[in-house]
């Protein structure tokens, strides 16, 4: 910001931007002078087209990917500035290209499903298509009409051809991959107005064209199920009614680009499609469902398959932000992620988000608490988040997961959760094991741990039964089922419920999970309450873990540390995990105390007779040093066939190495308790060190809102309306 | 600074201020507004003095804690804005002090070689001593008679004979500890006009008045030994002539303050001692110490028994800095420190900086390489830092350690080092097994992984031989003996050398180790090279961990992970690791690489038939989970009684998961050998992957500057002067 805004400066100073230029507002100046600077310079380079030959990370890679950008760059500034120098040096690039495509073999490596030309596999090619797209649009009109035609026949028809005829099992899937081809061909296909390329990008090859023995690159989900294909599909298929991405926030973050960016030309040059509107605006609800499964910090949950760190301040985050104000709405909420994100779309939209941002419109974004459905008719369960704010202000988040499969990247973690708040994660789903662009991590593809560890139960933060992974570890199960959503209310901000069941994560066993954030003036920050509810009819093993991050600072139990380490086990994620310690529970809770980035969290943990908490860690099994050697602990309970687990996770307290003063480093609740449970009730009771008491029941068996229930515990007897009723009372303090 | 300043403006705007406090410099006024604000916020809640009862970190102690910060302020409150109440709550303050202090027996918990009667030990009676000393000083003309009679002879002169005369074993030592005690002692004698207090804080505790059995809490060096005590006998023996503090930064960070604060008021009120310059001005040489003992995020080197985290910017570094601003020479770049601690003190010196600030003189802190000696005579080894600045002005920062013992803080790691940049930590001192101030982890002492770990020679980055810490692990035998100096050349800057000899730590062996940060146009940043020399008559084993900050990328050998995982060894720290993975090095070299925040880095080590390298981590044998479970690897070497290790380190491209692509992932270093190395000379060859090489030459066993030297390798002559000697030559790219 502070570089491109001095840039900006001395560009201005030496005279260097037009006086049109200097009339945009600030942002966009910033970002357009930034842009100049960047591309100038890379025009003094030499443009190489080399011959394909790397994996993601390697040279060839990332020439051929920073092409793209620069094409698309310097086209950019053609049209903004309509300095001819641009739109010559696209020119030039796109002939270097046109050269030597048609004679290039598919990429050497081999090791895709679908291996591509310019790059190991056509997902890059339809990346490179996708933004040599709008920078051929860009130029197009000033081409001469021979150049053209020799570009539209030698390389991007052929182009077009290679990465959907020729390869229909990338093209033709309801995928993230099939959008960015779709994307591609149909890009192209408007800028060279070829209807057919249109054509077979909105609805795909038809299926009598595409060969029989058409094979996928997982397990997942493809075209054949439906009989559908092309954008239309995907716009129909790969959200739920609400926006959300059955891959989760990581993958949408990605699958967006293209559909925003073929969205936005079909708007323009297909008005009859009215694809802004499709499927009730169905693009404008992916943008909100991205940008509202952040953590307070800016980062994406890292549901199923994904890179932890990327954010709704990265680079391409900043389309779905500008375009999501510009298209739908102009919300001045995303304005102060513009903000942030410190640049802008050097077209309409962001030229619309920078006005507004000068004139001052910006508003703080402070997402709501919202259940997502899952699939596309939103009946395959879904992703519940809740977030209730501190005394301070500061945000605690918690996403339960009873989603869909979500395809070849999701994880078997149904009923799982993970608990954030303003210092990132407090308890974190471990991501994908990947090294996305790494080229010492094999090339950048997904580890083998990515299987045999990220994606398994016991890497969550769920219930694991008989050291089994839910629906056995296998897609072809798993994308049988889904859980259901059970119940999630938010009226009155205080006491947050979000509660899903699970009917076939494990065969003839029902887990239903309910979770709480209760905000009150005598805590600091909300108070998470889980109860997770098991009914099975035979003896089981239960595990729950808890993956915190941060140190291990005390706990209430005696626990018996092994200084030699085995895997615990041999499949389902346990081959990875070390068993540092156990401890057998002995008293009627079980608290485990850490301290994380700066705050003290303590967990309080109902317990019976025989319970165990083990302490453990991945690192097995490892040979490539690809597992994160992060701390969890389990709740471990051998025999019955059913059982239920409950606890609360508080966050107190603050501690600076550099004051070196502990604030607050024990928690405050003193009791948990639960009073009852059975088919149709639970009730807890939490204590607090002041003396404050919490009465929580829940409805187990129907979740209507306006269903009376009435209890009697101890000779007291309870009414209520609705799914869950809180008592709070006030003792003196003990 | 945002709230502080906001809170200015809204005391101005509401008028709280006097015209006087807003004509202040904008820092000044800041520091103050916010001071006031949370000190009239103190004032509202009653004032407490509970029994002592508590830990560090527990309740007793951190209201006894707060009250002297309270105390301070109000009275500095009084001082700078004349209101009696602020004055009249000091008063009241101390008057309940001394309405209990007499009756308190010492402090229950009895767990301190030195235990207090407010705290668990001495040295937090001293800390509450100084500052409130500082209290009653600004409200003492102010006092009736009657009650400063009250308060001297019923509090402080009571509380001073406990701290001293009651407790020769924590005042009569040269110690930090004794340096709070006397500072305490002699600031309320000076304030009470007590000779006899401020004789025995500058002298000490005669030795003839001292009780035959005095003890020590640890075996570091005591007063007896030197038979002086006392606040001077501190300044003389707590430094080496350049000001380092043999304990390391951490402490010398704490020990400063009471220097600073009794050092300031002799200053005024003993001008006859001419104080600041006693000893060639050796307070303003500490302060500078501290700060050129910091990384480039201002953390300070973790040497010794340090709790990471600790910084430049820490509240208790702001004294320094103001003061060494003030007391000594007005340094310019002093002030950019103090811009970023955002806050001064509330005396003249704080507003010397402020008003410097406002006037815009502050110049940027960019510190110089540098080394300073070690003992009271300087005599004793030292700390030697070498700082480099890469192509994009990142500073890269290496500093090696051949000090002496270091008290009972000292750690086992005679020549090791460590190595930090922009990113922070790249090669790491683990530092202390401790967490200050938080009881669930032992009240905030020592952990009894300190002395099993945290102070072995191979929880560092030196040499271990035959799995034996330096010195045996004995600190009796450590405090005998300190490494020397060999070389330490910076001129010229590109090419920068810290080289030292260590003859004792381990018997019959002489370790010579020498590093170098080479800077060059070809590298992004400066390159560190290791060239560590072992000689000895026995047959050994030969261990050179490198403790890294990141995840593992890629080695250039074969290894095979261990899955099951057992101790290493049963002491010096072995007892603690895990092995992870082995394997046998069977090329010339040897190479690691790693990803640490954000940069990626590259160790290329010479290897010999027979090398292994092994990974480990600590945590065998962590009953309490006290230690961090941080990588690291080792060149292991079986058999020869004398061998050399040469390595050079690089630190290249970069990665950021919001964008995902890796940029320069691998390193550059082709090619290291050791051409020649023996008793007289060692020289190393280096190549680039682009064709430049690097010849560097040192001679061992003479470092005169102006030395000649002449060697033949290879048929090929050459000749320098000095200790080293580099040749940088390009061929055509390979």
Known sequence: MTLRHLLCILLCLAGLLTHAQTDYPPLFQQTLAGTQVQTDLAMEQAFLVPTPKDMAGGYTHEVHKQNWKTLADAAALYRLTGEERYAAFVRDGLLAYAEVYRDWPTHPTARSYATGKIF??????????????????????????????????????????????????????????????????????????????VQRALYGIPTDELPADLRDDDSGKIMSETGRAGFLAQLDLSFSPDG????????????????????????????????????????????????????????????????????????????????????????????????????????????????????GKARPFRPKSIAFTDGPEGDEGGVGILRGYGADSAATVLVMKY???????????????????????????????????????GGGRYLPENQSWAKQSVAHNTLVIDRTSHYDGDIRIGERYHP??????????????????????????????????????????????????????????????????????????????????????????????????????????????????????????????GDELLFVRPGANDPEFNLRRDPGFMLRREGPSSSTFAAVLESHGSYNPRVEVAGDPYGSITGLELL???????????????????????ANSDPAADREHELTINGQSYQWRGVHHLITSAHASK
């Open 676 to 698: 009852l449970d059975n088919a149709d009730y639970s009730a807890l009771r939490i204590t607090h060190r002041l003396g404050k008491e919490w009465l929580l029941f829940l």
């Open 120 to 197: 190991w596999q056509c997902l890059n090619d339809a990346n490179w298509l996708v933004y040599v797209s709008g920078a051929y649009q860009d130029i197009y009109d000033w081409l001469d009409p021979a150049v053209r035609t020799k570009l539209n026949d030698e390389l991007f028809r052929p182009m077009a051809d290679f990465l959907s005829i020729e390869n229909p099992q990338f093209f033709n899937r309801v995928h993230n991959h099939s959008t960015w081809g779709n994307a591609a061909v149909g890009m192209i296909g408007l800028v060279m107005d070829d209807d057919e390329l």
């Open 244 to 359: 959300y991405f059955t891959e989760g926030p990581y993958y949408l973050r990605y699958a967006l680009s293209p559909f925003l960016l073929f969205g936005r030309a079909l708007a323009e040059k297909r008005p009859d499609l009215d694809i802004l509107a499709y499927r009730d605006g169905i693009l404008g609800k992916a943008i909100d469902a991205l940008l509202l499964q952040a953590d307070p910090r800016g980062d994406f949950f890292p549901l199923n398959d994904s890179q932890k760190g990327m954010s709704l301040y990265a680079p391409e985050v900043v389309k779905a932000v500008d375009y999501g104000y510009y298209l739908y709405g102009q919300d001045p909420s995303l304005l102060s992620l513009a903000e942030v994100q410190g640049t802008v779309t050097l077209d309409t939209a962001g030229l619309a988000v920078a006005t507004a941002l000068a004139g």
């Open 484 to 609: 259901d959503l059970y119940a999630f209310v938010t009226a009155g901000d205080s006491l947050q419920l979000v509660s899903a069941v699970s009917e076939h994560a494990y065969p003839g066993r029902r887990l239903h999970r309910s979770q709480w954030l209760l905000t009150d003036p005598v805590l600091a920050h909300p108070l998470m309450i889980d109860l997770f509810r098991a009914q099975g009819d035979s003896a089981a093993v239960f595990e729950l873990p808890t993956w915190y991050r941060g140190q291990l600072m005390a706990t209430n139990l005696d626990y018996t540390t092994n200084d030699t380490l085995a895997p615990m086990g041999a499949d389902h994620g346990y081959q990875h995990l070390f068993l540092e310690a156990r401890g057998k529970a002995d008293t009627t809770t079980a608290t485990v105390q850490w301290f994380g980035q700066g705050r003290f969290y303590t967990q309080t943990m109902v317990t019976e007779a």
């Open 403 to 441: 989603s869909a499969q979500g395809m070849g990247h999701g994880h078997f973690d149904k009923l799982s959760y993970s608990l954030y708040d303003d210092t990132g994660e407090v308890v974190q789903d471990y991501g994908a094991a990947r090294w996305v662009n790494i080229d010492q991590k």
